[in-house]
């Protein structure tokens, strides 16, 4: 990609960038959205119980991204899914999966995750996810944060937060009619390892109320807790039509999963996201292909397609003919394992030492040209201080359905950074370049 130069960039990008670095004027009313998380969950300690003891779930402030970003990172995302159902594309990504992603049971992934860092060049994707979290909490996040700044030339965007509710009901019923059942969906179970002990547990209380106060039944359950029986999936003798998977174990392939790969590949029940979901869109080594340009092109994809992938950092399989010249060049580099999640084993280049990198270059790694992530400045204890920011779409086959930002520290985004967490994202158009006239 070009650089994007002073003459070149926009009004809204010049204010959204201005906004980051300078507006401390809005901020997040905790107890709105205590208030809201717990009307929306149905229970009057879901703040105190599941919040209030993670400290760094959310940032007291928001991001201001430029309308031009924002679509940019939306054409990605329409690009990424059409390329997805090319059979030359499928054919080679489909080469490095595990067998199970082979079949096609028909649901095309939901929540899919698309994680991109701002910067010089404007936006940049950095990866895919399929357990892609914190689609719910961002939503009344968004909805129940507070402008403090007295006057206001127009209140800023929230992108897709006001029905973000019954887009994600839509998208769940949307995944049970592509899986070719033939009956309304009637129960969904939210499954994770220990579900109660995850971090984003919150967000599967929500979920779960949100599908029940539509008319879905749903459960949150640990693999284990599911049986396959004749009559289906069952949790707790109660049959399962639709698995909202939350696992990392993308190929289901842990024995504690057995039960629910089993009911997967007989086609007892529906499972969104999954493994071939991954296969398809999430697995690292496909910004290989979609960060080449000549590769794009072999393969036949459209012109507008190729262009709108520019935003996808060069990115290379590591192996060891390559590992000397990678290891020369790694201050440049990112390196993520193939199948990895949650930041888990990547790394900085200029941060490696030779004991993991020679780790590196015995696994499935990608080592992917660095971009560097945007910057919020903010007030921590009353002192002034940035902290770095990604921006997830949350993604529906081609259609967005929310945008959100994580603010952290360190080499990775966490959610151990004082003052940082999810924060919410407010689209900032030409015409709102003084959107905040006091404290801005």
């Given at each position: 990609?070009?650089?994007?130069?002073?003459?070149?960039?926009?009004?809204?990008?010049?204010?959204?960038?201005?906004l980051?670095?300078?507006?401390?004027?809005?901020?997040?009313?905790?107890?709105?959205?205590?208030?809201?998380?717990?009307?929306?969950?149905?229970?009057?300690?879901?703040?105190?119980?599941?919040?209030?003891?993670?400290?760094?779930?959310?940032?007291?402030?928001?991001?201001?991204?430029?309308?031009s970003?924002?679509?940019?990172?939306?054409?990605?995302?329409?690009?990424?899914?059409?390329?997805?159902?090319?059979?030359?594309?499928?054919?080679?990504?489909?080469?490095?999966?595990?067998?199970?992603?082979?079949?096609?049971?028909?649901?095309?992934?939901?929540?899919?995750?698309?994680?991109?860092?701002?910067?010089?060049?404007?936006?940049?994707?950095?990866?895919?996810?399929?357990?892609?979290?914190?689609?719910?909490?961002?939503a009344?996040l968004?909805?129940?944060q507070?402008?403090?700044?007295?006057?206001?030339?127009?209140?800023?965007?929230?992108?897709?937060?006001?029905?973000?509710?019954?887009?994600?009901?839509?998208?769940?019923?949307?995944?049970?009619?592509?899986?070719?059942?033939?009956?309304?969906?009637?129960?969904?179970?939210?499954?994770?390892?220990?579900?109660?002990?995850?971090?984003?547990?919150?967000e599967?209380?929500?979920?779960?109320?949100?599908?029940?106060?539509?008319?879905?039944?749903?459960?949150?359950?640990?693999?284990?807790?599911?049986?396959?029986?004749?009559?289906?999936?069952l949790?707790?003798?109660?049959?399962?039509?639709?698995?909202?998977?939350?696992?990392?174990?993308?190929?289901?392939?842990?024995?504690?999963?057995?039960?629910?790969?089993?009911?997967?590949?007989?086609?007892?029940?529906?499972?969104?996201?999954?493994?071939?979901?991954?296969?398809?869109?999430?697995?690292?080594?496909?910004?290989?292909?979609?960060?080449?340009?000549?590769a794009?092109?072999?393969?036949?994809?459209?012109?507008?397609?190729?262009?709108?992938?520019?935003?996808?950092?060069?990115?290379?399989?590591?192996?060891?003919?390559?590992?000397?010249?990678?290891?020369?060049?790694?201050?440049?580099?990112?390196?993520?394992?193939?199948?990895?999640?949650?930041?888990?084993?990547?790394?900085?280049?200029?941060?490696?030492?030779?004991?993991?990198?020679?780790?590196?270059v015995?696994?499935?790694?990608?080592?992917?040209?660095?971009?560097?992530?945007?910057?919020?400045?903010?007030?921590?204890?009353?002192?002034?201080?940035s902290?770095?920011m990604?921006?997830?779409?949350?993604?529906?086959?081609?259609?967005?359905?929310?945008?959100?930002?994580?603010?952290?520290?360190?080499?990775?985004?966490?959610?151990?950074?004082?003052?940082?967490?999810?924060?919410?994202?407010?689209?900032?158009?030409?015409?709102?370049?003084?959107?905040?006239?006091?404290?801005?």
């Amino acid at each position: 990609m070009v650089p994007r130069s002073a003459s070149t960039v926009s009004n809204e990008v010049q204010a959204s960038e201005r906004l980051n670095q300078s507006c401390f004027c809005i901020t997040l009313d905790r107890e709105a959205l205590c208030g809201a998380l717990e009307r929306e969950a149905n229970d009057p300690g879901f703040c105190r119980a599941h919040v209030r003891p993670r400290h760094n779930l959310f940032s007291n402030v928001p991001v201001f991204l430029a309308a031009s970003d924002i679509l940019a990172m939306k054409r990605v995302v329409a690009a990424i899914h059409e390329i997805s159902g090319l059979p030359a594309y499928q054919q080679q990504v489909l080469s490095w999966a595990p067998a199970i992603a082979h079949a096609d049971h028909g649901p095309a992934g939901a929540f899919m995750g698309y994680d991109f860092h701002l910067d010089e060049q404007g936006a940049r994707l950095i990866e895919v996810n399929t357990n892609a979290g914190g689609a719910f909490l961002n939503a009344l996040l968004a909805r129940a944060q507070q402008a403090c700044c007295a006057e206001m030339e127009r209140a800023p965007d929230l992108p897709g937060a006001a029905d973000f509710n019954a887009a994600a009901v839509t998208m769940f019923e949307a995944e049970w009619k592509l899986a070719g059942k033939g009956r309304p969906l009637a129960r969904i179970a939210i499954v994770d390892d220990e579900p109660d002990k995850q971090f984003l547990y919150p967000e599967f209380i929500l979920a779960r109320q949100v599908l029940k106060q539509a008319g879905i039944d749903a459960v949150i359950a640990d693999p284990a807790s599911l049986e396959l029986s004749p009559h289906g999936l069952l949790h707790q003798g109660d049959v399962i039509d639709l698995v909202y998977n939350r696992l990392v174990d993308f190929a289901l392939a842990m024995p504690e999963h057995e039960a629910l790969r089993r009911a997967y590949e007989s086609g007892a029940v529906a499972v969104t996201p999954n493994p071939r979901n991954h296969a398809l869109l999430a697995d690292k080594r496909n910004l290989i292909l979609l960060s080449d340009p000549a590769a794009l092109a072999a393969m036949n994809v459209p012109a507008g397609l190729r262009e709108a992938l520019r935003a996808v950092p060069r990115t290379v399989l590591v192996t060891p003919a390559s590992a000397d010249d990678l290891w020369q060049k790694r201050k440049h580099l990112f390196f993520k394992p193939a199948s990895g999640h949650g930041s888990k084993a990547v790394y900085r280049g200029d941060k490696l030492t030779r004991g993991v990198w020679q780790e590196i270059v015995e696994g499935t790694y990608v080592a992917q040209e660095f971009a560097t992530p945007g910057e919020r400045r903010m007030l921590v204890d009353g002192v002034e201080t940035s902290r770095k920011m990604d921006v997830r779409l949350y993604a529906y086959g081609r259609e967005t359905l929310l945008i959100a930002a994580r603010l952290y520290q360190g080499q990775a985004t966490n959610f151990r950074t004082p003052g940082g967490g999810f924060a919410p994202v407010f689209e900032i158009g030409a015409v709102e370049r003084g959107i905040c006239k006091a404290g801005c």
